[in-house]
């Protein structure tokens, strides 16, 4: 999913990437929520982003549940 627009009402193109929830032994994985993301953009190969919000929910203490990921075209 993509969105465009930020606080200073300037244009931007972002992508945000989601990982399943961690309730497994493997857990979540912030890898899994970037691919998402730039799965999203459909991006041609070679194509660079910045990684600019990670957002984390947490399951009991002190497991990760799930990574939320916002990227951004690079330079």
Do not use: C, Q, W
């Not at 929830?21 to 660079?48: C, M, N, Q, Y």
């Amino acid at each position: 999913m993509g969105y465009e627009g930020n606080a200073k009402g300037e244009p931007v193109t972002a992508f945000v990437g989601i990982s399943e929830r961690g309730d497994t032994e493997a857990g979540a994985s912030l890898d899994e929520a970037i691919r998402a993301a730039v799965h999203a953009s459909r991006a041609p190969a070679g194509t660079k982003f910045v990684l600019s919000y990670i957002e984390v929910e947490t399951v009991d203490d002190p497991n990760v549940g799930a990574y939320k990921v916002i990227i951004t075209p690079g330079s």
